[in-house]
């Protein structure tokens, strides 16, 4: 009997150049003991590895990307199901495309199940935000997979999160990030400490959740239990399902409103001043703000996001839009483009408390795309209706600078709408005669790739120090 072992991590690879070499002299599938960290040794001893054999061995681009995946299922027998199905390939190429056969069978219902299994750590991972030094946040996570899909499922979160060190701890093992993936041995799960991240989780769920649409069954398919204890936001499942009987008779209550007369009312407060006359402070205009239909972006957003700082501030910062974090916060600037203004900030000597932050457009804009929002750019007739609100925070801040983050914000303040390329780091006059020193959204940065957003950086720090030594001056 040949013994083949493998490591904990970069399995598949380990079982590609033994099974070929076995392969090659063709060793029989019954004739090896494929054995990972927990095998126990041989009671009499192994026959070793035999040299590369005589035979070629070949195999389809179809069937490394079936056995790539099913190297990640947690059933014991996987590689001698693979290597068996390589053997077989060598004499057959046609057996792995037909659905009926045993074997292709039942490999592919493993591999579908360890994708579906990798699909459930993509969507119900949470990370806790961790204690860092400041230069770069850093996050934690616990997840409990069916298959060992660490390997495969951590580079989504390494693209997905390239500009925040995390790690996710799992029984299979720990993978690390902090520019690169690395891999170490499992360790007793770690006791993370609850964050602001939870509020968020609970704010969101609860916006989506649909009383009227509670299908309990398919809910718990999509959302086994067993990832509940892990979930912040499923804590609120139960109250949502006792409560969605008084919603659902609420909301039929509300629909008895007659239509054509309902419509019309709606129809006249689109794009006109709120009921209550042009607001007299900042609180009452952030009051208003919060009803605001001027547009159609309210029925999606979660909420209006007001601007946020110091009302005698000299300087305003403008962006485009929230984000998904600003939208589910109701604040300014808290999400990844945030993060990185308010430390370019600080590198500039600007305090953020000290000045006035807001965005062109107050609701977020965005296409879903699965459980995930992806933002989209605000319209130029989104943008002129909500300049209502923003001249409302003009008037009533009167900043001796105001800071224009990007094209958007750009338009709204001077209602210029050519290239931001040839603008970027030069002051120009807004349309109520202030002066506004342009600059790139910091957000724009952060989707660039290296080299354009090192270049990128560099001068958006400048225009940002330029900024402090025009209002020092």
Sequence with gaps: MIRADLPRFGRFQAWREAARQLAGNRVAAGDVTWADDGTPPELFGADPMPPAGPCPVTATKEFLSLAQTVASHSDPERWALLYTALIRLQDDRSFIANPADPLTDRLGRMAKSVRRDIHKMHAFVRFHELPSDGTRRSFGAWFEPEHL?????????????????WLIATPEGIARFDGA?????????????????????HTYFANIFNPARIKTHAMRSE??????????????????????????????????????????????????????GPPETLEAAREQALRCTRCDLCHTATQTVWGEGDPAASLMIVGEA????????????????????????AQAGLDPARTWMTNAVKH????????????????????????????????????????????????????????????????????DGGPALITWHPSLILRLDPAPAAAAREQFAADLSEAARLMAA
Aim: include cysteine; aromatic fraction near 8%; charge should be positive.
């Design 149 to 165: 899909i660490l390997e495969a499922a951590a580079p989504f979160f390494a693209r997905r999160f390239s500009d925040m060190d």
């Design 322 to 345: 929230p984000g998904d974090h600003e939208d589910l916060q109701g604040r300014p600037f808290v999400g990844p483009a945030g993060h990185l203004l308010r430390q370019t900030m």
């Design 364 to 431: 977020f804009k965005f296409t879903p795309r699965g459980k995930r929002r992806i933002h989209q750019n605000p319209a130029a007739g989104e943008i002129r209706h909500c300049k209502w609100w923003l001249d409302i925070e003009r008037r009533m801040i009167a900043p001796r600078l105001t800071l224009a983050l990007g094209a958007t914000a750009a338009f709204a303040l001077t209602g210029n709408r050519s290239p931001l390329t040839p603008r970027r780091g030069k002051l120009e006059t807004t349309l």
């Design 181 to 201: 993936i690395a891999y170490a041995p499992p360790a007793p799960r770690p006791d993370f400490p609850a964050d602001a991240n939870h509020a968020l989780w």
């Design 223 to 276: 959302m086994p239990r067993k990832y509940w204890k892990n979930l912040p936001e499923t804590g609120l499942i139960p109250a949502m399902l006792a409560d969605a009987p008084r919603r659902v008779q609420a909301m039929r209550d509300a629909g008895a409103t007659d239509a054509p007369a309902f419509a019309a009312r709606v129809t006249a407060r689109i794009r006109q001043l709120p009921d209550d």
